[in-house]
């Protein structure tokens, strides 16, 4: 277990080089799409007073969008601490006709301690992979994993003195949501989902959220 003065540096190093390699690949791929819909569109059908678009030439579409919810610790953790609260920011990539979408989350939950002062914080940065089923339009509904890191703090304050301890754990998670599309752009969520933190002891969580985005071309 790393000093609490180091931890974050390195939380935040790990987070920006996480989300750099998942991302630029992701962000060029929508840009080529984009550019390659432009020039596809440029040679499509051409009609009585001008050319006619190709309906199947889409650009990828990325999701962006924020949320909280409940968030509960399990285990023998989860004797100790209160249920509490969870936010959280995604963003979520993902090419036409793909059943598959490329994500990035980041989730805070702060807990307390049932009997003392302070609690437990939870800081997670997780790529994730989803698998997406359209079942009517503008009707999604995803299956998740998602692997990456989290930065457990616990301050507890008692009587006679007080303990801080931090670490960096590896964390996996699965889970599942459901989302709903109004105006081709604005999207709301129902998600929910599992995360288990390697920590000497062995950890786990389990959160359901309310969320609501912005789809961007």
Do not use: H
Request: hydrophobic fraction near 40%; proline fraction near 5%.
């Amino acid at each position: 277990m790393s000093g609490p003065d180091t931890i974050p540096y390195k939380f935040l190093l790990t987070l920006v080089i996480i989300g750099a390699a998942l991302f630029l690949p992701a962000i060029a791929r929508a840009q080529d799409a984009a550019f390659g819909g432009v020039e596809k569109r440029d040679e499509g059908t051409k009609v009585a007073g001008g050319e006619k678009p190709r309906d199947e030439e889409r650009a990828a579409t990325m999701l962006v969008s924020a949320g909280g919810g409940y968030f509960r610790a399990l285990g023998d953790i989860g004797g100790v601490l209160d249920p509490g609260y969870s936010f959280r920011a995604f963003i979520q990539g993902r090419e036409p006709g793909d059943p598959l979408a490329v994500g990035f989350e980041l989730d805070f939950a702060p807990l307390k301690d049932k009997e003392n002062a302070g609690g437990i914080t939870y800081i997670s940065a997780l790529p994730s992979l989803a698998l997406v089923f359209t079942p009517v339009s503008s009707l999604d509904i995803q299956l998740r994993a998602a692997a990456g890191l989290t930065l457990v703090r616990s301050v507890i304050a008692r009587e006679t003195d007080s303990v801080e301890r931090s670490s960096l754990d590896f964390t996996v998670g699965a889970g599942a949501g459901i989302w709903k599309t109004f105006g081709g752009r604005y999207a709301v969520g129902l998600e929910t989902q599992y995360l288990y933190y390697f920590e000497k002891t062995g950890s786990s969580s389990l959160g359901a959220y309310l969320c609501a985005g912005y789809r961007f071309d």
